[in-house]
């Protein structure tokens, strides 16, 4: 399992992971927004989310999209992961804790002490992963 840094070349293959993430959150998003956000994970802008991919045997099987940004609370910056997908049939495969270590890796890189990120309560099996890998916070999250 290789995990690398989103490249201009994967537009199609992320584009096929992303829905699946989309599908699995029951959401859909017209084309332009799959442009917007492969857009905007390639900027290299400041303030913009990142993208990094896990391969298998030269195919995309998941992806995570993380964002830096300031905290209230700290001198230093927090990373905050949005999404993070495995496709079916590389679950279990290590890609997911491949692409959550290579996260905090960036964030200590990048002087960040912190990396949240949420999930659905009914996300059991990812929510197997993050128990090895995070802790649980007793934080619920409201939304307009």
């Known amino acids: 399992m290789k995990i690398r840094a989103l490249r201009p070349e994967d537009r199609d293959s992320w584009g096929g992971l992303w829905k699946g993430y989309l599908d699995y959150y029951e959401t859909e998003l017209p084309s332009e927004m799959y442009d917007l956000a492969f857009e905007r994970l390639l900027s290299g802008r400041e303030h913009e989310f990142h993208g990094l991919v896990a391969e298998k045997d030269g195919?995309?099987?998941?992806?995570?999209?993380?964002?830096?940004?300031?905290?209230?609370?700290?001198?230093?910056?927090?990373?905050?992961?949005?999404?993070?997908?495995?496709?079916?049939?590389?679950?279990?495969?290590?890609?997911?804790?491949?692409?959550?270590?290579?996260?905090?890796?960036?964030?200590?890189?990048?002087?960040?002490?912190?990396?949240?990120?949420?999930?659905?309560?009914?996300?059991?099996?990812?929510?197997?992963?993050?128990?090895?890998?995070?802790?649980?916070?007793?934080?619920?999250?409201?939304?307009?």
């Open 59 to 144: 195919a995309l099987v998941g992806l995570a999209h993380y964002l830096l940004h300031r905290h209230g609370w700290k001198v230093q910056p927090v990373v905050y992961l949005q999404d993070l997908y495995v496709n079916a049939a590389a679950r279990g495969s290590g890609a997911g804790r491949g692409l959550i270590e290579a996260i905090y890796a960036e964030a200590d890189a990048m002087g960040c002490p912190d990396v949240y990120w949420m999930t659905q309560d009914f996300n059991a099996p990812a929510r197997g992963l993050y128990d090895k890998v995070a802790v649980k916070t007793p934080f619920i999250k409201y939304a307009r």
